[in-house]
């Protein structure tokens, strides 16, 4: 998969090349991949709040390069454990809000593939008080 920034390759970080495996766009460039798996690796080096800039950053660049206006996420959640959500939940609390301040409208959908089953009851218990648009955004994709 070939990364926007991938013309940084030669002086990124140890930091950055986590970050290329965390945010990256799909095979066909339409669509923004966050791969969980890398996310703990990630946050042992960087801060929650630095970690969001630069996922927006990298959402502001893909809407820019592939001139669209606007964007899909897909969140790969294959081996998340519940022990995780947990651990986590300020970084996706933090994550939700900034996208609903920084891209209200530009946001069409995010597809959620992977999550355990208690992610499902977990989100199914607050959905309802999210509002419609941001509810009808989310896709928990079902796994065979």
Known sequence: MQSINESNSNTASSVDVRFDHFCFESD???SVILNYNALTGLLK???CKDVIDKIVAFVALHLQVRERKTFTIHLVCK???????AYH?????????MFKITYPTELEACYVHGAPVVFSSIYDLFRSILPKESRDKIVIVKTE
């Open 28 to 30: 066909d460039q339409q």
């Open 45 to 47: 080096h960087t801060k």
């Open 89 to 97: 939940k300020a970084f996706m609390m933090q994550f939700a809000q």
């Open 79 to 85: 081996g998340m454990l519940v022990r995780d959500m």
